[in-house]
T-cell receptor
Framework: AQSVAQPEDQVNVAEGNPLTVKCTYS??????LFWYVQYPNRGLQFLLK??????LVKGSYGFEAEFNKSQTSFHLKKPSALVSDSALYFC????????????FGAGTRLAVHP | KAGVTQTPRYLIKTRGQQVTLSCSPI?????VSWYQQTPGQGLQFLFE???????NKGNFPGRFSGRQFSNSRSEMNVSTLELGDSALYLC????????????FGQGTRLTVV
């Protein structure tokens, strides 16, 4: 079965420090990978995507993600965290032939402390 | 461009009733997907429509149904509501036919009592 795993329920980081939110996937074929962020009482906002090409993908708000095919991972990173980055982050995948159906991970709550 | 609009934002229904949720996608987007978000199950895919055709359906009972109109607006219907249907229902539209980013509405919070 196709699946996405986010092994950490919560990540805590101090403002100004780098942050990493982890994601691994298990799919057959080449995946299309996405990161979304959800603020309280809001829908999801698209951050970035990997389709093909460079393994390091840059996205919105200073976020980037590194695709590692051998480790089947797509970790979200930011060099310097802001308190306003505190939110719920979801990793997701679509599959070839799956149209726009997103398979989501369980989500990771990021808490950035002043 | 206006974003994805979902109505209503909040709903309270009684067990056994039915409910219809509405979604207006971003102008020009023909792909519309629906998701259910709950604390226990996370984000689960319900169905996807493209040009009025259902292309994908998630693992939900037949009480959950949807449709898409010629202007790409979509509705989803849940009949015979159960307490477990209480959730945030999210609609998303996408600019291309597949494997592209989705733009989400703010959701409809459904509470079944």
């Amino acid at each position: 079965a196709q699946s996405v795993a986010q092994p950490e329920d919560q990540v805590n980081v101090a403002e100004g420090n780098p942050l990493t939110v982890k994601c691994t996937y298990s799919v057959s074929g080449n995946p299309y990978l996405f990161w979304y962020v959800q603020y309280p009482n809001r829908g999801l906002q698209f951050l970035l995507k990997y389709i093909t090409g460079d393994n390091l993908v840059k996205g919105s708000y200073g976020f980037e993600a590194e695709f590692n095919k051998s480790q089947t991972s797509f970790h979200l990173k930011k060099p310097s965290a802001l308190v306003s980055d505190s939110a719920l982050y979801f990793c997701a995948v679509t599959l070839v032939g799956g149209y726009n159906k997103l398979i989501f991970g369980a989500g990771t709550r990021l808490a950035v402390h002043p | 461009k206006a974003g994805v609009t979902q109505t209503p934002r909040y709903l309270i229904k009684t067990r056994g009733q039915q409910v219809t949720l509405s979604c207006s996608p971003i102008s020009g987007h023909r792909s519309v997907s629906w998701y259910q978000q709950t604390p226990g199950q996370g984000l689960q895919f319900l169905f996807e429509y493209f040009s009025e055709t259902q292309r994908n359906k998630g693992n939900f009972p037949g009480r959950f149904s949807g449709r898409q109109f010629s202007n790409s607006r979509s509705e989803m219907n849940v009949s015979t509501l159960e307490l477990g249907d209480s959730a945030l229902y999210l609609c998303a539209s996408s600019p291309r036919e597949g494997n592209t980013e989705a733009f989400f509405g703010q959701g409809t919070r459904l509470t079944v009592v």
